[in-house]
């Protein structure tokens, strides 16, 4: 009995992630090696690499590669450098900190879905009406633009900033963090020693701060690559016709949706992205240690 | 209620990194009924794995528990009907004060089961014990350290049980509190006569308030008596030199010809063989004499009010410097050397492995 | 050199003021035209910052001509069995990884990291199979199963568990506590605040699940608030009623912004502590 407890309060977890985590890791690379697989009967006709090359051959997953693509190579360093300077603005004040704190962290919390529907109808132009976003860009002397079934670089700054309006408050509040963090001393002596303040910046602030921040480029990376639900809330559930799918949005559309029924390409894909998140992660850490061997 | 301690003994197998050790090797010893008990020794020495073995949370490797006359060695601790307060006190933080005394009683099941009322009554007894009575509405973290000692000693006992133990229950105290609180334990062991086993490291608080005291080195039990008898008749060097403070000054000697030599002093006749031994003397068993036998060079004199301390050095010790302690009226010339007669009873001899060796009286 | 101190303080409260205007806008603006009436909306060609007559008629539609309220008690009910079923899981484990003894807790809770660097896109696929050919496809179990285990609350509670002195143990089995009763009566209260904040932190990833109830669900009947916002926006009350759409969004981001507004410090500290989103 004692030695069978243990195992009795680990067995609900055990079963579920056997089933829900472990079993798919294996289940999935199956998948991705079935060639001609059936849904309906469940059969398979050979073994190979042919859904990766299809995969890799597909006109949208291309696209949705591109897509993601931009994505993370605009918003990543955009949204990191957005946070800092919010949260270096943030540690400079101390009125109303704990208010601006709050109010910068409320769209985690909202459902991305319906904020989204939002952010589309203030970048829409419609017959109506040009939208509130096309209201300030006249007001100011442009051309409005339909930043929503418009060309394709108006769609992807919309894209944008929807990402980095969502994936800041995780940003600032771990930077504001890492900032309150470090020893008040340290700024202390700089004023003691007359160092300027951008060199207190360079020197003191961001050398103490650069951990978090490589922390934050790294699983900044790795959830702008999984971006999906976000281009979902903006452009709809048919991202292939809107041309703003992402690789993970091509993997449920291949599993299921309007083109659905392919597990196999939905799998060759999944491990395709999961290549890449690996690849750039891996590298990311590199770079970073390589940083921290330099100083 | 008496406990029998038969044979017990506690092995640690063998660890990954660690080699198998024996805590506490087979201990034999009775514990009066309604005595307070003081298990004494350095850290390590198998006190606190007694403590839990006649508590429960350790299962003897080998040996029997009695409680009065039953067997419970094989009784788990949650129905063994023990009180014990640990080192940290170990409160529950996310109760009241309150609760926390109540918590014992609440637990009871089926026949025991207690009326809310009647637990109300004997929480607030056991408080009004301790006199927490007026914090009962706090939580642990809002009390001094001497308080929470209270709550923790409140708990132990709220359910009358048959043992009392505590662990080290005054090292988490300061100075001036642990004199009261140990006070305080005494009172409480006496008004509610529960046999009680005290663990400590610290020997002046095992002897200030047990009835009786165990001193254990390496898990082998060394002298159990009362406090006053193990510390003029210690058992061997171990006990000599762990009672009392400041320590003993212990010295090599050696039996000449029927006569103790240390160093080059001739001190009295002994009726022994001759034989190379240490000599024990406590600080309080030297007379500053000038005719007297034992001669130290004088280094530094210490005046402390009460007493005087004496700082010397002889060729014959195996320490650093020896301490003697005397009257503060006792007058002392200036000079190098310093002269001392010895009273025989404050002083002892052991042998070569440190056992007592008896004296007679009019040697 | 007063001038300029002066003059950088007014540029960073500008800053922040601008981008706390930037967060707030678009509750703003949907607030704003869900009481905004139909005509009046479209009438705007330029879209006007306030409301004249404010009406209530989007959120009686909101709850009339489409079934809001049932895909908010449908997120309710998921949301609190999912979040009440994964804390008795997680409770558990972390219970065994923490306190007690036995042969391989390294190995397997080991194991159990690792599981955390598993990406859910690539498990997503099988599950989905897998809880096709359970039929469960359109059910509350289809919804819920795979939802249930989280890796990283385990790790979480378990550290905290480890923190709790070993002598509150053995001071409870002292005072006649089974090892059933310690978990239940001294360690998880002890623990609370890991509790409450896990119990957060899962409430809002339900609230705001979209994609596996996307995939496990096509009759409306079992549709989750972000499944019925896409269902609103692509065939409720014909694709102009934006006013109407607003209501809906207001009245489903309205649960967790109360969360938010009650519980923001140790939402915002348990999100420090290691969540990410999604």
Known sequence: ?295 | MKIVLENLTKVFPQGKHTPAVTAVDHFNFEIPDGKLVALLGPSGCGKSTTLNMICGLETPTEGKIFFGDEDITNVPVENRDVGMVFQSYALYPHLTVKQNIMFPLENKKGKEKLGKQVIEEKAMKAAKLVQIDSLMDRKPSALSGGQQQRVAIARALVKQPKVLLLDEPLSNLDARLRLSTREEIRRIQQETGVTTVFVTHDQEEAMSISDLMVVMKDGVLQQMDKPQEIYDNPVNLFVAKFLGTPAINVLHGKIENGKLVIGKNVIFNVDLPDQNVSVGIRPEGLLVDENGPFVCSLQKIEKLGRDTSVICTHEGMQMDHMRIVVPSETKIENSDTIRFSLKPHKLYLFDESENRIALEEDA | MKNKHLLKKICIHVFLAFWALVVLFPFYWMVLTSFKSYGSYNSEYIPKLFVSSPTLENYISAFSEVNLAGYFGNTVLFTVITTGVMLFVTILAAYAFARLKFKGKNIVFTLFLSLMMIPNELVVITNFVTITNWNLRNTFMGLILPSITSVFYIYLLKENFEQVPEELYKAAKVDGLSDWEYLWKVLLPVCSPTVVTITILKVIECWNSYVWPRLITDNEKYYLVSNGIQEIRENGFGRENIPAMMAAVVVISIPLIILFLLFHNKIMEGVKRGGTKG
């Open chain 1, 1 to 295: 009995m004692k030695k069978v407890r243990p195992w009795l309060y680990l067995l609900p977890s055990l079963i579920l992630l056997g089933i829900f985590m472990i079993y798919p890791l294996f289940d999935v690379l199956v998948y991705s090696l079935q060639e001609g697989y059936n849904s309906a009967s469940q059969t398979y006709s050979g073994i190979g690499f042919y859904n990766f090359s299809y995969v890799l051959r597909d006109p949208y997953f291309l696209q949705a590669v591109k897509n993601t693509f931009l994505l993370v190579i605009i918003t990543v360093p955009l949204s990191t450098g957005l946070a800092l300077l919010l949260s270096l603005a943030l540690s400079s004040i101390k009125k109303v900190k704990e208010l601006y704190q709050t109010i910068y962290f409320l769209p985690y919390v909202t459902n991305t879905l319906a904020v989204g529907l939002v952010f589309m109808i203030l970048f829409k132009k419609t017959p109506y009406s040009d939208g509130f976003i096309n209201m300030i860009i006249q007001f100011f002397g442009g051309n409005s633009v339909d930043f929503i079934e418009g060309p394709y670089w108006a769609k992807m700054l919309t894209m944008c900033i929807y990402t980095i309006w969502i994936v800041l408050p995780f940003k600032v509040l771990i930077l504001t963090s890492a900032l309150a963090s470090v020893d008040q001393n340290l700024y202390k002596a700089a004023k003691v020693d007359g160092t300027s303040s951008f060199r207190t910046f360079t020197k003191i602030t961001l050398p103490m701060i650069m951990p978090m921040i490589s922390y934050l480029v790294i699983t900044g990376f790795i959830g702008a690559f999984k971006a999906y639900s976000d281009e979902v809330a903006i452009f709809g559930t048919n991202l292939n016709a809107a041309g703003m799918n992402t690789i993970v949005g091509y993997v449920y559309d291949m599993l299921y949706g309007n083109s659905g029924g392919y597990p196999s390409y939905a799998s060759a894909a999944a491990l395709i992205l999961f290549a890449i998140v690996l690849t750039i992660t891996v590298i990311n850490l590199l770079l970073s240690t390589k940083g921290d061997e330099a100083e």
